[in-house]
């Protein structure tokens, strides 16, 4: 039997591949004297995805350190985060979430009886935790309220009150669920703090905070439930995993936001102590590394190539993956995930003459709309009025696209810049020239009419998505049926703000760098 470790042991343990510590001093204080007290939370909001690894490693390197671990399970957070859960699914998405981050911690050989599972309504609710909330917001300003919430709440033009008692909740968490730190990514820093400047106002103690390094996802960004070429889901079958890393970013000797060294650095490494390099014999054959930052400078150096870490990390992922899927092949379990997480876009159109049948759910997702560059505008041969364009979406050749902008955009005004392109459309011919999609304009109401092509934000790329807020995680249709009429209904609400915002409903047309916008034409209609 192993001795347990000493304070500087658990010290080193508990902070392991951390970014960032807030107090230091106090938890080597707290390790000389007992075990600490730790706790994680999440909000049952889009389906966990691979990068949630990288939590469920540290948590493993906190039981090592003999910690007493509670991961909280913030179903009321999910709701107040501009309703990213709606209500009637909170339930059933917290039962998800249960489920899948057990099934998790149980790949990765983590004990579920050393830890303790909490629901935030469990206790969030009580008439102790609610007079709290009123103290809290008794004292905090709107200002550090809006502040603390920046980095994690879904930033909006028009935000929900809701919103501005997020960070004040989860600061109260610390108090109520008897911990002495709280663990998360860096992008909790700014609640942290505000945790450390209001819970002594209401007497109670400021606590430790331990924040993990945000892991890029396979795009070299943050890896994001609302992008899905960025992130591997838990439950994706092995051929989607190797066609998500097939894809994934990993440049040749660049270690800068690559997410696939990423992985290894912050899961299979503190797992597993070791990651092996499988290549062919006349590659060299595969090699064991014990020390990360061997790997690391071997891949620099270009010793190892993408190609062999890609597929290395392919095996050792499905391997971590493999118990998952397995308990989520049951009936029950199917069938919660579905219930969890409906896809609008496949939901079954109504059969003809079908009494108290469901109509056809018309939602922004529906529409594959993404950022283009347009590569080059000619003339249409024989159509004064219209542009042939030739538009980059991100695809291995870029579409044809036919639009009767000629009186309204001067030619060189269009020739490499980024618009907005609905890509989903059935391909149609306009005067002989097939057409593959939509640049989607602004239009002024009322004469003289005026027309503006919408306008991603600055460094946008092509092809990446433009979704309307709300509505990110939908799969859009393969093709739009003209007789279904799904763009036209959408377009019924498609408006620009008065501060020249795209939107549907009011809620935003965005891409992850912001808002899509026009230059001038205030509370114009799209098309």
């Not at 470790?5 to 080597?28: A, F």
């Not at 950022?371 to 870029?398: N, R, T």
Request: net charge neutral.
């Amino acid at each position: 039997m192993e001795p347990a470790p000493g304070p500087q042991e658990k010290y080193h343990l508990i902070t392991r591949n951390l970014q960032e510590v807030l107090g230091e001093d106090k938890l080597m204080a707290i390790l000389k004297e007992r075990e600490l007290k730790i706790y994680w939370g999440t909000a049952t909001t889009g389906k966990p995805h691979v990068a949630y690894f990288v939590p469920m490693s540290k948590i493993a390197d906190f039981l090592k350190a003999g910690c007493e671990v509670t991961i909280l399970f913030a179903d009321l957070h999910a709701y107040l985060d501009n309703m990213k859960a709606p209500w009637e699914l909170l339930e059933l998405r917290t039962r998800y979430y249960e489920n899948v981050i057990k099934a998790m911690l149980e790949s990765i050989g983590v004990p579920l009886e050393k830890l303790k599972f909490v629901r935030g309504t469990d206790y969030q609710l009580s008439k102790e935790y609610t007079l709290d909330v009123y103290r809290l917001s008794s004292v905090v300003t709107q200002h550090d309220a809006k502040k603390a919430g920046a980095e994690v709440v879904k930033q909006v033009e028009h935000p929900l009150l809701s919103g501005l008692l997020y960070p004040g909740l989860q600061a109260l968490d610390e108090e109520y669920l008897k911990v002495d730190a709280q663990f998360g990514g860096v992008d909790q820093r700014k609640i942290f703090t505000f945790a450390e400047k209001y819970l002594p106002s209401l007497g109670y103690a400021k606590r430790v905070h331990l924040m993990n390094p945000m892991v890029p996802g396979l795009t070299g960004s943050k890896m994001s439930s609302s992008e899905e070429d960025s992130k591997i889901d838990l439950l994706d079958r092995k051929e989607d995993v190797k066609k998500k890393l097939k894809k994934a970013f990993c440049e040749p000797g660049n270690v800068e936001n690559n997410g696939v060294l990423s992985f290894i650095k912050h899961v299979l490494f503190p797992l597993k102590s070791e990651f092996v390099v499988l290549r062919e014999e006349k590659w060299g054959g595969n090699k064991t590394y014990t020390a990360y930052e061997a790997l690391e400078k071997d891949f620099a150096e270009q010793v190892v190539h993408p190609g062999d870490l890609k597929n290395s990390v392919e095996v050792a992922l499905n391997k971590l993956l493999d118990p998952i899927r397995e308990k989520f092949n049951s009936p029950e379990l199917k069938k919660l995930t579905n219930a969890a997480y409906p896809n609008p876009a496949k939901a079954k159109p109504a059969e003809k003459g079908t009494k108290n049948s469901y109509p056809e759910n018309v939602v922004p997702s529906r529409l594959d709309i993404r950022v283009g560059k347009v590569i080059s505008v000619e003339k249409h041969p024989d159509a004064d009025s219209l542009y042939v364009e030739k538009i980059d979406v991100g695809e291995p050749e870029p579409r044809t696209v036919v639009s009767g902008l000629v009186q309204f955009v001067p030619k060189e005004q269009l020739q490499d810049r980024l618009v907005v392109l609905l890509c989903n459309l059935k391909p149609q011919k306009m005067r002989g020239v097939e057409s593959q999609g939509m640049v989607l304009c602004a239009s002024s109401i009322g004469e003289p009419r005026q027309v503006e092509p919408l306008d991603p934000p600055a460094g946008c790329c092509a092809g990446e998505r433009v979704y309307v807020e709300g509505y990110e995680g939908g799969e859009p249709d393969d093709e739009l049926k003209p007789k279904k009429k799904v763009f036209e209904k959408l377009q019924a609400d498609f408006r620009i703000s008065e501060d020249c915002v795209a939107q549907w409903k009011q809620k935003n047309f965005l891409t992850k760098l912001g808002r899509v916008s026009c230059k001038s034409l205030k509370g114009g209609s799209i098309s």
